[in-house]
C-alpha cells in the first residue's frame, strides 16, 4: 500500500543551524514527490516538489530536497534555519487513482527553531 | 494568480446541529477540487474530491457531503454534526490535466463541535 514516512515527530534545532527532516515513501510506480509547510492555524504552502530528472529540487526561502529511489526517500535540507522556520513539515506523494491523483501525507515534522 | 478563500474561517457548533463549509477559486478555471481533514496536532485526510461542476467523489466516510455548484465553488456539509467532525477542513485545488500532481491550498476552516 502506499504510504509516507516521517519517523521524528518533532525537531529541535538552533537557529543557524543545518536541518534535514526524513521522509521514506512506499509507492510502486514514479513517485512526484512534495513538501509542504504549516504555519500554526494556516493552510499548507507548497516548499518544493519533485517529478524527474535532477535528484536536487530546490524550494523556497532556502530549502533543498534530495530524491533517492534506491532509498525511497525525499529528505528536506536546509543550511542554515531562522527562527521562522518554525512550523509542521508534511511530505507527500502523489499517486495515480482513477481518473484523478492523490496525495498521501506523512505524519508531519515539527520543528522548533531555539534563538 | 490564483486564489482560494475558505468561509467561514472558525465555526462553533453544537452536536447535531448541521453545517456547511465553503471554498471558492478564483483565477482558474475548471481545476480539480479537493476537501481535507486535520485532527488537532494531525495528519491530512482527503474526504472528497470532484473533476467537474456535478460530480463529487467520496474517498472516506465521514458522514459528511459534498458539492460542486459552480466550477469554482466546492461545498462541505452535513445534517447532523458529530464530537468527531472537529478538526481542520482544508480545500485545495490542482490542475484538470496533465502531469501536474501538486494542490494548493487554502487557508482553512477551524471546526469545534461541542
Known amino acids: 500500500a502506499q504510504s509516507v514516512t516521517q519517523p521524528d515527530a518533532r525537531v529541535t534545532v538552533s537557529e543557524g543551524a543545518s536541518l534535514q527532516l526524513r521522509c521514506k515513501y512506499s509507492?510502486?510506480?514514479?513517485?512526484?514527490l512534495f513538501w509542504y509547510v504549516q504555519y500554526p492555524r494556516q493552510g499548507l504552502q507548497l516548499l518544493l516538489k519533485?517529478?524527474?530528472?535532477?535528484?536536487v529540487v530546490q524550494g523556497v526561502n532556502g530549502f533543498e530536497a534530495e530524491f533517492s529511489k534506491s532509498n525511497s526517500s525525499f529528505h528536506l535540507r536546509k543550511a542554515s534555519v531562522h527562527w521562522s522556520d518554525s512550523a509542521v513539515y508534511f511530505c507527500?506523494?502523489?499517486?495515480?487513482?482513477?481518473?484523478?491523483?492523490?496525495?498521501?501525507f506523512g505524519l508531519g515534522t515539527t520543528l522548533q527553531v531555539q534563538p | 494568480a490564483q486564489t482560494i478563500h475558505q468561509w467561514p474561517v472558525a465555526e462553533i457548533k453544537a452536536v447535531g446541529s448541521p453545517l456547511s463549509l465553503g471554498c471558492t477559486i478564483k483565477?482558474?478555471?475548471?481545476?480539480?477540487l479537493y476537501w481535507y481533514w486535520q485532527a488537532t496536532g494531525g495528519t491530512l485526510q482527503q474526504l472528497f474530491y470532484s473533476i467537474t461542476v456535478g460530480q463529487v467523489e467520496s474517498v472516506v466516510q465521514l458522514n459528511l457531503s459534498a458539492s460542486r455548484p459552480k466550477d469554482d465553488q466546492f461545498i462541505l456539509s452535513t445534517e447532523k454534526l458529530l464530537l468527531s467532525h472537529s478538526g481542520f477542513y482544508l480545500c485545495?485545488?490542482?490542475?484538470?490535466?496533465?502531469?501536474?500532481?501538486?494542490?494548493?491550498f487554502g487557508p482553512g476552516t477551524r471546526l469545534t463541535v461541542l
Open positions: 519533485y517529478y524527474s530528472g535532477d535528484p
Open positions: 483565477g482558474k478555471s475548471s481545476p480539480n
Open positions: 507527500a506523494v502523489s499517486i495515480r487513482t482513477g481518473n484523478t491523483r492523490k496525495l498521501i
Open positions: 485545495a485545488w490542482s490542475h484538470l490535466r496533465g502531469n501536474y500532481a501538486e494542490q494548493f
Open positions: 509507492y510502486s510506480a514514479t513517485p512526484y
